[in-house]
């Protein structure tokens, strides 16, 4: 190690620093451009409704296939998108192409499809007209309705709970979209501030499904969770199902909603609907137990 003084103070100097901050300076650069060369793409999860047996919803997820680093993780450049303010353009083009792919999947013959968007509220502060009104012109362009479409909120944002904040969701609420509470459970969890936002469904985190079958306390805590959820009026998607055991518990607990590797990766829009056309054909109950 080469002792580099910064600042007045000596910071021990390791190699790999300087290749994670050349790393993040170039996605931070090509980030600006993505866009435009047209890098990304949308994926869609299967979410499988457990009282009706189908798959009803499905999660837009963010790809990002740069040209020499090849696909980059979303938990990887969203915050530098977020950082940057380039969240914004971002997830209008997100957006536009979400309620695109609901049409698309109409004329398909997929009706009533639930499509979530992911949005990080926290980079709409003091933006809160502009999200409505680019998701009001995705729905328009598209020609789809408003109930197609659902934007998951993380739950870190519920901390700065402000004025401005209840008034954007009453807002999206207003024109009919559904709002989810993305991650519940990851530590910014609070019951007391969900119970005045119009939230139609919570998210139970991967991370209080995964260790479930093998610990009576995860179950305990699931299953009180989806109770004081229910008690609220709002359903409750678990995520990150990766096993059947996990969706018996779950089915048990009286879960509405199952996301994870279990039923499918997240599928590009065409690989989705030949999924949802061979699920459709058989009870998933007969697939999976
Ligand atoms: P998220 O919204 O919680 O999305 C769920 C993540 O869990 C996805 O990762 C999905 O591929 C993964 N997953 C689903 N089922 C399973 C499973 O059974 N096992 C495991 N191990 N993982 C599972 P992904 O696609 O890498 O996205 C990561 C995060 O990046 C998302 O977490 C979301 O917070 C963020 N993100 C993705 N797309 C967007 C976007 O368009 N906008 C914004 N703002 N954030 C996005
Ligand atoms: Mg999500
Ligand atoms: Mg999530
Ligand atoms: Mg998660």
């Known amino acids: 190690y080469v002792a580099k003084k910064e600042k007045n103070k000596i910071v021990r100097y390791i190699p790999e620093m300087d290749q994670s901050r050349t790393r993040e300076a170039i996605l931070e650069k090509d980030l600006k451009i993505a866009l435009e060369k047209g890098e990304f ?26 040209p020499y680093l090849g696909r980059i993780s979303p938990l990887d450049f969203i915050p530098i998108a977020e950082k940057t303010k380039l969240i914004i353009p971002i997830t209008d083009w997100v957006i536009g192409a979400a309620c695109q792919t609901v049409r698309r999947w109409e004329k398909m013959g997929i009706m009533d499809m639930t499509v979530s968007i992911n949005v990080s509220l926290l980079s709409f502060e003091n933006r809160g007209t502009e999200l409505v009104e680019s998701v009001v012109s995705g729905i328009r362009a598209a020609g789809i309705k408003p109930t197609s479409i659902k934007l998951e909120i993380t739950e870190s944002i519920l901390i700065r709970d402000t004025d401005e904040l209840r008034k954007v969701f009453y807002d999206l609420k207003g024109i009919g979209v559904k709002l989810a509470l993305d991650d519940f459970g990851t530590g910014y969890s609070s019951f007391g501030c969900m119970k005045d936002l ?21 179950q305990m805590i699931a299953e009180s969770m989806i109770t004081i959820i229910h008690g609220l009026g709002i359903q409750v998607v678990a995520e990150g199902v990766e096993t059947a055991e996990q ?4 089915k ?9 590797y279990l039923f499918s990766r997240p599928l590009s829009a065409d690989d989705f609907a030949k999924y949802y056309f061979s699920m459709s054909k058989m009870k998933s109950t007969e697939v999976f137990l």
């Open 41 to 66: 793409e949308l994926h869609y999860q299967p979410i499988y409704d457990i009282h009706n047996e189908v798959i009803n919803h499905a999660e837009a997820l963010l790809r990002w296939e740069h």
């Open 198 to 218: 119009p939230l139609d469904i919570i998210k139970l985190d991967r991370s209080l499904i995964s260790n479930m079958v093998m610990d009576e306390r995860e």
């Open 247 to 250: 969706l018996t518990f779950l």
């Open 252 to 260: 048990d607990f009286g879960c509405d909603f199952i996301q994870g």
